[in-house]
């Protein structure tokens, strides 16, 4: 069947062999790129570094044009601020440590960008992830893609049955070097571009400065403490620092010292060794859930605590409509409040939620 699509075209290598597989399948498309952000959000030099840059953008136009396929350029700057930027930032001041990709992946690929595809009368869009979706009977599975080293389910557990119903991922069943070989056979202006892996609105990777230059205020000073509340230092403010943390303390000390907790309100940093890192438990909540409705009673999973984690054998059961609990036979390091856990029965994401 033939659809109507509207299709993410971000200027990358991904998002143009999503486009050219579709244009083979005989579906109908309009490319369009989302402007998530001002200039005045990024550095000077780093301005044409992350995702929806005007090189981008051009990229991405050059692509659709060879492929005779429409182009647009939505301008959802304001909504990326409102629900991408300021969660970040709010996040950030609370002691947690959020993923913004699966928030933009949440509010704006897969809310914004389907409720402007309806407006523009398309059935569906279509992304350049690599993921799989699969219709089994009246739900709608999401499920690792193929080339697991490539896999980026973890981003997308927050999905709803209605927004699995409307996408497509073309690339799930390949791997990067097919999709990089079918780039460079079709001459696809985008086929030798690196991929993008920074935050997009922090390609710099300094969110501490982000979060000065977007709030106007820089994160105040403190004290570094250890676990039994004696003073170890001095801090350069809450927000350069997460759990795990061991590059750029300024401690000496008889042996390596990493970030164990954050107490934004007492304005302190606990410092400890690497076992007190370890934990075999952990509470989830802003739950979602894509496999079933409700879990029933206790099951073994597999889950990720971070998107570079290997999916590791847990125990779930969940708690409330919004809450699980997660218990890991080996206790996991660095169980960090604000990511995500996503929960996997194999390549099957049975769901996810934030970890508090």
Known sequence: MAYKILTAMSGGVDSSVAAYLLRQQGHTQIGAMMKLYTD????????????????????????????????FVFNFADS??????????????????????????????????????????CSHIATGHYARIEQHGSRFLLKKGLDHSKDQSYVLYAMTQPQLSRTLLPLGSLTKDEVRKIAEAQNLATAKKRDSQDICFAPDGDYAGFIERHTGAASPPGDFISSSGQKLGRHKGIDHYTIGQ?????????????????????????????????????????????ATDKIQGKLNIQAKIRYAHQPTPAILWQTDTDKIEIEFPAPQRAITPGQAVVLYDGDIVIGGGTIV
């Open 80 to 121: 990326f601020q409102k629900e991408i930027m300021d969660r970040f930032v709010a996040a950030y001041k609370s002691g947690r440590t959020p993923n913004p990709c699966i928030d933009c992946n949440r509010f704006m690929k897969f809310e914004r960008f389907i409720a402007r595809a309806l407006e523009m009368d």
């Open 40 to 71: 005045e959000d990024i550095p000077i030099n780093h301005r044409n570094k992350g995702c929806c840059s005007l090189d981008d953008a051009e990229d991405a136009r050059a692509v659709a044009t060879a492929m005779d396929i429409p182009f």
């Open 246 to 290: 061991r590059k750029g303390l300024g401690i000496s000390a008889p042996h390596p010292l990493f970030v164990v907790s954050l107490n934004p309100e007492e304005n302190t940093v606990t410092l400890g060794q690497s076992e007190e890192l370890f934990s075999n438990r952990l509470t989830a909540t802003d739950v979602n859930l894509i």
